[in-house]
């Protein structure tokens, strides 16, 4: 009988972590303290990287059928565009950000845990948490206490399960406060997909949402005095359009309204016993770039294939590899949105003068363009330990290539390792777990796609449940390990 595992929150970080638990054949417990699904927009880009994550869980199709592909934004002044921020599709069977509401996401989650089974036991807020050496007991509001071996935090900034394991929160209040509305206008702006102000007082955002005529603002309202503490309305949201905005917009109704305070914080530790964190629970920030959410989904695929294979028998130490993991990505993540809301918070006029000519400059470069959809998509952010090679490298994310049957990425499972077995590699002997072998030859890879990708011409690739190389090189031995370890062997290169 596995270990029972019972996921806190049911945000899209839980939700991921269920449904990867579900492909694995395991039911895990998913409590949210709310009474019923939430409402709240919040965040609305799914990029590049959680769509193929997102693909092996069987829900990109259904993000596609309502989600529209941003494909860049305009810096304006007034009613002018003084720069174009194009985006340049990565390489990647879902090139771009998609945008999708947080709550329509949720729905699209949750129904396809339901396929599987699974469902969320709404109202159950966990109010304490007693880990022992033999398991945890969670103390509820709802039907008492119930028993788990294994507890995942998926329960946002503000993490019940965080503080009972006693890990520190640390991070920066960076004092900047903004307001945030969906609105309909009373005619349609002609803006593109997405728009932003840089003024005296801090960025303005528009961006329109899929659903037809609904546009988001994001508005920095630091300077604002008093007013920052209440929540937007009508009024209040006209008058800083017309003062910080083109002029011209005349807002007709407002949605979901919210405020958010700014601060950036990574947990000290993502693992405490049997204790684990993921998603806002570990880290959080504001939403430049939409990248929050998108940390939160992959932190859950990386986190459950592994404690899948923990609850099954194999040794808990590799879920430090997830804390290790996740938490180095997490942080390079908030350097860079900690950067950006450094550049877009500037008040001083020579500051923002000297920023907006590098905007300007940044913007018509295709080389930068290019980095920047990149460094957006998150498809760049790898575990890799060892040096920089043009190879991909154990820790990287596995790449996709054409298949006279498909694509590589098809094949990936989120419940299999995958083993490319390029050119003349050796012969395998029987392999310890559920492994997909793919064999990569003039056949299966007619005009050398896979190896040209992979830089390989013969060698064996092993691709785990997550999408990343475990391991590259010609020791079969050695993939052996790997699978067996469910770790990473990071310094042996081909
Ligand atoms: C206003 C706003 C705008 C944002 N915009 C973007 C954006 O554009 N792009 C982006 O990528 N990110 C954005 N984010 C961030 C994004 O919303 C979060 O990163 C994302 O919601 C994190 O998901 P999560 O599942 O980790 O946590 P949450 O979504 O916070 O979910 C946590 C769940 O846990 C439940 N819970 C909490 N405590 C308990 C408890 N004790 N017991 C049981 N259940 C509990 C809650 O009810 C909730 O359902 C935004 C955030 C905000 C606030």
Known sequence: MNDTIT?????????????????HGIQARVLD???????????????????????????????????????????????????????????????????????GLETMLRDRLAELGGAVEWGRAVTGVAADPSGVTLRTAG????????????????????????????????????????????????????AMWLGASGPLMLMRLPD????????????EGSAQAVRPDRA????????????TLEVREVGWTSVFRSRLCLAEAYRSGRLLLAG??????????????????????????????????????????????????????????????RIFAL??????????????????????ARAASRSTSQIDLSYRTGRRTAAPAPGDRAPDAPLPTGSLHEAFRVDHFALLRIGASP???????????????????????VRRRYRMDAGLVLVRPDGHIGYRGTDVDSVVAAITASSPTYDRQS
């Open 7 to 23: 996921v806190v929150g049911a945000g899209p970080t839980g939700l991921t972590a269920a449904l990867v638990l579900a492909h």
């Open 33 to 103: 303290r709310r009474d019923a699904a939430s409402t709240a927009s919040r965040a609305l880009g799914l990029q590049a990287r959680s769509m193929e994550l997102l693909a092996m869980l069987g829900v990109a199709d259904r993000v596609e059928q309502t989600a529209y592909r941003l494909a860049g934004s305009s810096i304006m002044r007034g009613e002018r565009v003084v720069a174009r921020q194009r985006w340049f599709p990565p390489d990647s069977p879902y090139p771009y950000t998609y945008v999708v509401p947080q709550q």
């Open 143 to 194: 039907d008492g206490d119930l028993r788990a071996d294994w507890v995942v935090g998926a329960d946002g900034a503000g993490s019940t399960i965080r503080q009972a394991a006693g890990i520190a929160f640390p991070g920066e209040r960076t004092g900047e406060v903004y307001h945030l509305a969906d609105v309909r206008f009373r005619s349609d702006p002609d803006l593109g997909d997405g």
């Open 212 to 223: 037809d005529g609904l546009w988001r603002v994001f508005i920095d309202v630091t300077d």
């Open 236 to 247: 209040s949201l006209q008058a800083l359009l017309d003062r910080r905005g083109p002029g």
């Open 280 to 341: 806002d629970a570990a880290h959080v920030f504001p939403p430049f770039g939409g990248q929050g959410m998108n940390l939160g989904i992959q932190d859950a695929v990386g986190l459950a294939w592994r404690l899948a294979r923990v609850a099954d028998g194999a040794p808990p130490e590799m879920l430090d590899d997830y804390a290790r993991e996740r938490r180095a990505v997490a942080a390079t993540v908030i350097r860079d949105v900690g950067a950006r809301r």
């Open 347 to 368: 008040r001083h006029p020579l500051a923002r003068a000297w920023r907006d000519v590098m905007l300007r400059v940044v913007s018509a470069s295709s080389l930068a």
């Open 427 to 449: 012969a395998l002997p029987p392999l310890p777990e559920p492994v997909t072998v793919i064999d990569i030859d003039d056949d299966s890879d007619p005009d050398g796609d």
